[in-house]
């Protein structure tokens, strides 16, 4: 059985979304240490073959960049292990991006973690964060900098500063309110996730990555994509989904592992990682909403296919089509290892979520 998608622009998706959707409202896919390209397999998270330019144009729009200060430059780290790339390559990256005439209207959400918490004091790297980002291309007027989830019009070729580091927030206009979305807590490792308030939205977080071993696979994926769906009961206010589909513990749930899996586990011998499993989850939701009709009645040059878990048996001349009354509303920032691993089409079913579920009266549509 085959799906038929219509193919979207990776470079510029958010260019067909309404300037009223808050990023709250979107399915935005993201990369777990998205500089982690060096020290495998613990360290590493990224392919060396997907740097940051690749991923903003594969459809990648939040980035997590986990930084350390050497010699009084901001360096790309994971944990102890240096990922060479400086702070100042990064944010060129990202204007280039922002920039370009087919990414222009896009917007991106930079999570910023600090790595050398235990030589560095927060107040120090607050300060060098602020400093370089001032610095670097595009400047001040590159960044949102409110402690709001913001709608996507008053962001569009901008960074929106998601700051995951301390201080004391000298030198930053407003303080604390001017660091970006500032979350209030995040426990470490939280199996059952956690939730904090961005003023008027209520942020669900799920980043258990301490997992035990690559046996606790299906239960991550069951958890970080349940934290994608709207909540069984209406929320009294907005909602922003945060989910981390990456996990690491050694020795038995490397990134590499948990991500791609291992083995041929089509055929009962491996395992299959976290990237393929939510891949089929995505379609399986999507797929929910299809109904047959007949191959000949509009099929799209623009389309391209997508292989998907069996369905009732159809016809030779039918194909499944969208019924946009049932369509599920899959929403949230998604973080994810190796995403163009084990198949490419990861990204571009998380991009095909935005143009599903919309409602009217709701997101500016």
């Known amino acids: 059985i085959l799906y038929l998608f219509p193919r979207r622009s990776t470079a510029g998706f958010l260019s067909d979304m309404h300037d009223g959707c808050p990023l709250s409202s979107l399915l935005l896919p993201g990369t777990h240490d998205s500089m982690a390209f060096y020290g495998w397999p613990v360290a590493q998270c990224q392919s060396i073959d997907t740097p940051l330019s690749v991923q903003l144009e594969s459809g990648i729009r939040v980035l997590d960049i986990r930084l350390a200060l050497v010699m009084d430059r901001l360096i790309a780290y994971h944990g102890i292990t240096p990922q060479r ?30 790595e ?14 602020h400093a370089e980002m001032l610095s670097g291309p595009g400047g001040k ?63 669900r977080t799920h980043d258990w990555y301490s997992i035990p071993s690559f046996l606790s696979i299906p239960e991550k994926v069951v958890r970080a994509t349940e934290n994608l769906l709207p909540p069984d009961e209406p929320a009294p206010m907005p909602i922003l989904n945060v989910s981390f589909f990456s996990a690491s513990s050694f020795p038995l749930a490397a990134p590499p592992t948990i991500a791609q899996g291992f083995g041929w586990p089509k055929y009962g011998l491996g395992v299959e990682g976290v990237n393929s499993r939510v ?9 929910q909403t299809v109904q047959a009709m007949q191959r000949d009645e509009d099929p799209s040059d623009e389309e391209f296919e997508e292989k ?19 369509e599920p509303r899959i929403r949230g920032w998604a973080f994810t290892d190796y995403y163009a691993r084990p198949e490419a089409s990861l990204v571009a079913l998380m991009i095909e979520c935005n143009y599903r579920g919309r409602k009217e009266g709701e997101e500016g549509w």
Not at 92 to 107: D, I, K, N, Q
Not at 308 to 326: F, L, S
């Open 85 to 114: 790339t400086p702070f100042q390559d990064i944010l060129t990256t990202m204007h280039a991006f922002l920039t370009a005439p087919a990414s222009c209207r896009e917007t991106l959400v930079v999570s910023i973690k600090q």
């Open 116 to 129: 050398d918490f235990a030589t560095t004091p927060a107040p120090k790297f607050s300060a060098a964060v």
């Open 141 to 203: 007027e590159m960044w949102y900098l409110e402690n709001r989830i913001p709608r996507l019009g008053e962001v569009r070729g901008k960074a929106v500063l998601f700051s995951r580091f301390g201080g004391n927030s000298d030198g930053w206009d407003g303080g604390l309110e001017g660091l970006g979305i500032h979350p209030t807590t995040w426990p470490d490792s939280a199996r059952d996730g956690f939730s904090w308030n961005c003023k008027e939205t209520l942020v």
């Open 279 to 287: 891949g089929r989850w995505l379609l399986d939701k999507l797929g």
């Open 308 to 326: 998907a878990p069996k369905k009732p048996a159809m016809a030779e001349d039918e194909m499944y089509v969208v019924n946009v009354d049932a």
